[in-house]
């Protein structure tokens, strides 16, 4: 059954020295891979569960291996991220072509071990009265932005 809001994963290839690479000294470039895909498939299950139809938005493409097994596995669809512009500009066009088959939009990057279903749900619900929901991040940023409309 598909709903009218779409969760998008914003997820890197994990391709060993291009993925966390603040943690190489501390993990190597290996480890810091190995965590990449851990926080990935762990915010895709998150989605998942929370009910909502999920996409898989891979950088720099979703050829892949990774892309194609989390679909299989998770049971998403995939899509590419605009290849040109910051990361602002992909998430804006991301959102303007998820609403255009979805009435919610909600985006989360791959790496939010924190992020609940719990949360997940309160942005969805609290995007039926408002145009744009965030859940904030520790460091001063943000894991979550939803929208129903984009400006």
């Not at 809001?5 to 480890?31: D, N, S, Y």
């Amino acid at each position: 059954m598909a709903s009218d809001t779409v969760i998008v994963v914003f997820a890197k290839a994990p391709v060993a020295g291009e993925v966390k690479t603040r943690l190489i000294p501390a993990l190597g470039a290996e480890g810091a891979t190995k965590l990449h895909i851990a926080l990935t498939e762990r915010v895709l299950q998150t989605a998942v569960s929370s009910g909502a139809d999920v996409v898989l938005s891979g950088a720099p493409d979703v050829a892949h291996a990774f892309f194609k097994s989390c679909a299989a596995i998770f049971g998403v669809s995939l899509t590419g991220q605009l290849r040109d512009g910051d990361l602002g500009a992909r998430m804006l066009h991301a959102m303007t072509h998820a609403l255009e088959s979805w009435q919610r939009v909600v985006i989360v990057g791959a790496d939010c071990p924190a992020l609940t279903v719990a949360h997940l749900g309160l942005a969805i619900d609290q995007l039926a009265t408002h145009d744009v929901v965030l859940t904030p991040a520790d460091d001063g940023g943000y894991v979550l932005i939803g929208a129903r409309r984009t400006h």
